[in-house]
């Protein structure tokens, strides 16, 4: 018997990015990595991340949320998805402020009618913090390059980590480069020991950013709220924009606001539900899965 068999599960959507909320604060299971990628075909429940609710750690808290990729790997955060189980827990209690936690910390979230604000925490910016394999001289762009030696198509990206690990490289033309070609080859390059999330990053207008992400564990995803925020803050750093930027995914807007007082990540954006259901042995049937290349 699968362990996730009969458990209920509730499909949502932040900006496009596919989350399933599976909530076993009565029943803490782990989700085992060859049931969530049998799930994720795209035939059975496609998703970007499973949020997993583990009964609080913490005093205050609604859960503990455990973060799984397509892949079956964990992640550190995922803003989407926050934004997604508040809408959730909400629902259930009525509440409109709810505090969660994660290996990342804890977040704090608001809900203020279809508007959902995440506070994501401190953005760190160390090389160790990121982490990298070792030291660099700047994080606001480091040496890294993709494409032909004599002609890198990308070239110089900010590092940053907000949660997950986060490189951002800034183009005149989010379009114009083929992000599925080179996502996967950045993603597991050897400067990153626990892989990245990799951004292509355009201005578009003051404080308005367009852009596309390549993320770890996932692929292309019209949406990831870590890496709007990681954008949003390497703008900052870089004087190419104020704290307070509108950030335009394929799926829709995020706002972020880099607050100054305490350094914290605000984002702000929708969550909707879309359908729940139980999960079935067929669903979660991992014959002739094996685990794809790089999967932690």
Not at 8 to 26: A, C, H, Q, T, W
Request: aromatic fraction near 6%.
């Amino acid at each position: 018997m699968a362990a996730l068999e009969n458990r209920p599960f509730v499909k949502m959507n932040g900006l496009g990015n596919e989350i399933v909320v599976l909530d076993l604060r009565d029943a803490p299971l782990m989700v085992p990595p060859e049931e969530a990628r049998a799930l994720a075909r795209p035939e059975v429940l496609p998703f970007d991340q499973i949020m997993a609710l583990y009964p609080p750690k913490t005093e205050g808290t609604s859960a503990f949320v455990r973060i799984i990729n397509a892949d079956g790997s964990e992640s550190g955060a995922c803003g989407n998805g926050t934004r997604c189980i508040a809408l959730y827990e909400a629902g259930r209690t009525g509440r409109d402020h709810l505090v969660f936690e994660s290996v990342a910390g804890l977040l704090d979230c608001r809900i203020a009618g279809e508007a959902i604000t995440a506070d994501m925490g401190m953005p760190h910016f160390g090389w160790h913090d990121i982490p990298l394999a070792g030291p660099v001289a700047d994080t606001r762009a480091i040496e890294l390059q993709a494409g032909p030696a004599d002609a890198p198509v990308l070239r110089g990206p900010a590092v940053v980590n907000v949660g997950n690990p986060h490189a951002i490289f800034w183009v005149d033309d989010i379009d114009a480069v083929d992000l599925a070609h080179y996502g996967p080859e950045l993603e597991h390059h050897p400067i990153f020991p626990e892989r990245a999330n990799i951004s292509l990053a355009q201005f578009v207008g003051p404080d308005h950013i367009r852009l596309k992400v390549w993320e770890r564990g996932v692929g292309l995803t019209r949406a990831c709220g870590s890496a709007a925020c990681a954008a949003a803050v390497a703008a900052a750093r870089l004087g190419l924009a104020g704290r307070r930027v509108t950030i335009t995914l394929p799926g829709g807007d995020l706002v972020i606001d880099w607050r100054e007082s305490d350094d914290h990540i605000l984002m702000t954006g929708p969550a909707e539900f879309e359908f729940d259901g139980r999960l079935s042995a067929a669903m979660l049937a991992a014959n002739n899965l094996d685990a794809p290349a790089g999967a932690a």
